[in-house]
């Protein structure tokens, strides 16, 4: 978890004048100017060349602890089969494998989640804000605060976050501002302490015997994992009263 500078704007999900609202009050700032003029058209070109329409309406990302990368997926129209667009490093890390569970503990949150909110004056160039602590994450620290404040960003500094260096955030910002613009409503965030395929995960289940808990977890996050490599769809995702997370297709 980071100190920012708070200029938060939450996106307008309505498509019509509301979205271009939106759009154009990112626009106002420096560094969301800087962003579309660096990096639109390669944006742009990155998109033509997946075959995927910009802007898109559905956008997907997936982040990888171990891994140390950030993907972005998306699909020309909503519940159209999505298709990898780009990858971009992860600079710097802190934590764990394992999740979030208590404010101060350093830890990259792992579970499901959506960006909530464009901050275009953040400390670290461009931030965005990952919906933690969801219903989940409130339940499973019990009595314990939770903490807050997590964010894709710039910048190669981090505490809980996830930055990718000040040029790979202004084309991911632009990409899921254009595809928030044209009706994108939420932008799903998977954050993953691995990747979850068979391998990984029996590398995960060794690693850490030991705590047959944190691997419990991550059996119930694999289920997610596994749907969406089985279709790339987004899964409809609910929490029961355990904190677990229920998959529907």
């Avoid at 339940?139 to 807050?148: E, T």
Wanted: aromatic letters at 12%.
């Amino acid at each position: 978890m980071m100190n920012y500078k708070t200029i938060v704007i939450l996106p307008l999900l309505a498509v019509s004048v509301f979205a271009v609202t939106f759009k154009q009050q990112q626009l106002r700032y420096a560094h969301v100017q800087a962003a579309y003029r660096e990096k639109e058209t390669a944006v742009k070109l990155l998109f033509a060349q997946h075959n995927v329409v910009f802007p898109p309406q559905q956008a997907l990302v997936r982040v990888f602890k171990r891994e140390k990368i950030v993907e972005l997926w998306a699909a020309t129209k909503a519940g159209d089969e999505m298709t990898f667009i780009a990858s971009y490093p992860i600079c710097a890390s802190s934590g764990e494998l394992g999740p979030k569970r208590q404010r101060g503990d350093s830890q990259v949150p792992e579970g499901f989640y959506h960006i909530d909110h464009f901050n275009p004056e953040s400390s670290f160039y461009l931030s965005l804000g990952v919906s933690y602590p969801n219903a989940a994450d409130k339940i499973r620290a019990g009595s314990h605060d939770p903490g807050g404040s997590i964010y894709i960003h710039g910048n190669c500094v981090t505490i809980g976050c996830m930055p990718i260096t000040d040029d790979k955030i202004k084309e991911l910002y632009v990409a899921l501002l254009e595809t928030s613009a044209n009706g994108g409503r939420e932008i799903p965030v998977q954050i993953y302490p691995a990747k979850l395929d068979s391998a990984g995960f029996a590398e995960l289940r060794q690693q850490y015997k030991d705590q047959p808990e944190l691997v419990a977890f991550w059996v119930n996050l694999k289920q997610g994992f596994d749907l969406f490599e089985r279709n790339h769809m987004p899964a409809k995702v609910s929490i029961n009263k355990k904190g677990a997370y229920v998959f529907a297709r």
